[in-house]
C-alpha cells in the first residue's frame, strides 16, 4: 500500500482541532483522576510508564492537539481526542505476565473522567450502534484484577465489527499471547486503529469507526517485529502477517524508534 495512503490516513487521525498542541512525550497535564476504583494510581505521562515500550521510547509521534498520555497498570494508551479513541496501545507481555493472565472478566465498561468529556466517548455512543466496544489491549492480557477492571476504559477501545472481534482478531489476539508465552524474554506489542479521511462516526459524541485495525508484535530477544492488519468488517479473516517496514508506510508512524527490528 503506498505510503501517500498512510499519510492520508494519519492526517485524518490526527486532523487540527482548535485546542492547544500537546506531545505525545511528555504528555499533557493529567486530567482529574477518575473517581471509579479502577482507575490507575499513575501519572498521565508515557514516563511513569516506559516499561510498556521497546527500549523506553513511545512510538514517535508529532505533537498534535488533542492528544494525551494514559498509564495504567498493565498498558499505555496515546489517546485521540478527535476520534475519541486510542491513536495507539502498549503492552509489555511475556511468560510470567501472560501465566498470570488468568483473572475474570469483568464486562464493566466505563468512561474514562481523566479525558476531558468533550474528547471521550461516553457508554451511550455504542449502545445500537452495530458495532462492539473493541478493546486494543485486550481484556484475557491482563495479569491482575485491577488491570482487568482498567482494561474496560473506553479509552481503550474503538467501534469494531462484531464478528471480526469475536472472530479473527480474537484469535490474532490469542495467538500473541501464545507467542508470549513461548518467547525468551520481552514481547512488546502495539495496537491501533486507523481510520479513513473521512470515517463514520457512532453516537452523539461521534466516535470514529476505524478502516483498519493492526497489531504490532516486537520480540525484544530476537530483534523480530511483524505486524497483523485487519480490516473493520464483518467478512474479513486472519490475513498474512506484513512487515514493520510495511507497517510504517501503512500508517505513516514510526511505532518502534527505540530499534531497528528485523
Not at 499533557?28 to 483522576?33: E, G
Not at 466517548?121 to 462492539?132: H, P, Q, T, V, W
Not at 470515517?199 to 517485529?225: C, E, I, M, Q
Amino acid at each position: 500500500m503506498a505510503s501517500a495512503l498512510g499519510a492520508a490516513l494519519l492526517s485524518a487521525c490526527l486532523s487540527n482541532t482548535s485546542s492547544p498542541s500537546t506531545s505525545a512525550t511528555p504528555g499533557p497535564a493529567a486530567p482529574a483522576p477518575h473517581a471509579s476504583a479502577a482507575a490507575p494510581a499513575t501519572s498521565q505521562h508515557f514516563s511513569a510508564c516506559r516499561q510498556f515500550f521497546a527500549a523506553g521510547e513511545p512510538p514517535a509521534i508529532a505533537p498534535q492537539p488533542k492528544l494525551r498520555d494514559l498509564c495504567f497498570d498493565a498498558f499505555a494508551i496515546l489517546h485521540n481526542g478527535n476520534t475519541r479513541t486510542p491513536l495507539f496501545v502498549a503492552q509489555r507481555l511475556n511468560k510470567t505476565l501472560v501465566a498470570d493472565a488468568d483473572e475474570k472478566r469483568t464486562n464493566k465498561f466505563y468512561a474514562d473522567a481523566r479525558l476531558p468529556r468533550a474528547e471521550r466517548a461516553e457508554l451511550n455512543d455504542y449502545k445500537r450502534s452495530g458495532y462492539s466496544r473493541g478493546h486494543m489491549a485486550p481484556a484475557a492480557d491482563m495479569p491482575t484484577a485491577q488491570a482487568m477492571a482498567q482494561s474496560f476504559s473506553l479509552a481503550n477501545m474503538v467501534p469494531q465489527s462484531i464478528k471480526q472481534n469475536s472472530g479473527p482478531w480474537a484469535q490474532i489476539e490469542k495467538g500473541t499471547r501464545r507467542y508470549a508465552a513461548r518467547a525468551k524474554g520481552d514481547v512488546y506489542v502495539i495496537t491501533g486503529p486507523v481510520f479513513d479521511a473521512q470515517p463514520a462516526t457512532v453516537g452523539d459524541n461521534r466516535v470514529a469507526v476505524p478502516t483498519y485495525l493492526y497489531k504490532l508484535v516486537y520480540d525484544a530477544s530476537s530483534n523480530r517485529a511483524w505486524a497483523h492488519w485487519q480490516a473493520n468488517r464483518d467478512d474479513e479473516r486472519v490475513s498474512p502477517p506484513i512487515s514493520y517496514a510495511e507497517l510504517v508506510k501503512r500508517t505513516g508512524m514510526e511505532l518502534l524508534p527505540g530499534v531497528q527490528p528485523q
